[in-house]
């Protein structure tokens, strides 16, 4: 079955613009996650959903960086006024479970990789 | 927090070899590490996990073993082949069992 995408796949913005990510989680999976993942680095936790409820949002960076996930399905991950450290890969996740003490596979698209300029 | 270290940053091996790559966890309370593998251009597959009530685990020609009592666990890729060939990150569950801490990766080359 079809897997979890993201669009666009890559985003050039110029610094101080607003960019919106698109992550279409695997039908029925209730738990969604997004990370960051620098060059070279592993991906950093961003923050967490359990259908429609942001359940975590400690690893945002700052208030630039909003997410929502109104239907409890397809999430945006939102950045306003970007910043030259916010060039990234940004990765999207989804697991069949709710999270929280479980261990439940996460699936991750391809990601976005945004490059402000 | 949940710190995860990983190491060798680079791993070069000539196809048909094994590959190992070790990583350490400092939160004890910590009781799942799944292994992921990242091809260029692509998002983390996971490729093998790890529950703290078992000491290995195996799955064809890669294996994971686990000692919760020194925290560290490794990846044992037997019979190489070019096709293993990408970025590798191993993770433990944060504190609060939520999430996922990555370690930094191993870039593994299988040269033919």
């Known amino acids: 079955g079809a897997g979890v995408s993201q669009s666009p796949r890559y985003k050039v913005a110029k610094r101080g613009q607003d960019v919106a990510l698109r992550c279409d989680p695997i039908?029925?999976?209730?738990?969604l996650f997004w990370y960051q993942q620098a060059l070279g680095q592993g991906p950093e936790f961003l923050t967490y959903f359990q259908n429609e409820a942001q359940l975590d949002k400690s690893g945002l960076p700052s208030d630039r960086f909003f997410a929502e996930r109104p239907e409890g399905s397809v999430s945006t991950l939102k950045i306003q006024r970007t910043q030259q450290e916010d060039s990234a890969v940004y990765l999207c996740a989804s697991s069949l479970m709710p999270s929280g003490g479980a261990t439940d596979t996460q699936y991750f698209g391809p990601g976005t990789r945004l490059t402000v300029l | 927090g949940e710190n995860v270290e990983q190491h060798p940053s680079t791993l070069s091996v000539q196809e048909g070899d094994s590959a190992v790559i070790k990583c350490t966890y400092s939160?004890?309370?910590?009781?799942?590490f799944p292994w992921y593998k990242q091809e260029l251009g692509k998002g983390p597959q996971l490729i093998i996990d790890?529950?703290?009530?078992?000491g290995e685990k195996k799955d064809q020609r890669i294996a994971v073993t686990l000692n919760k009592t020194a925290k560290h666990f490794s990846l044992h890729i037997t019979e190489t082949q070019p096709e293993d060939s990408a970025v590798y990150f191993c993770?433990?569950?944060?504190?609060?069992?939520?999430?996922?801490?990555f370690g930094p990766g191993t870039r593994l080359s299988v040269l033919p």
């Open positions: 939160d004890s309370a910590s009781n799942y």
């Open positions: 993770a433990a569950l944060d504190n609060y069992g939520q999430n996922f801490v």
């Open positions: 790890i529950r703290s009530n078992v």
């Open positions: 039908s029925g999976h209730v738990s």
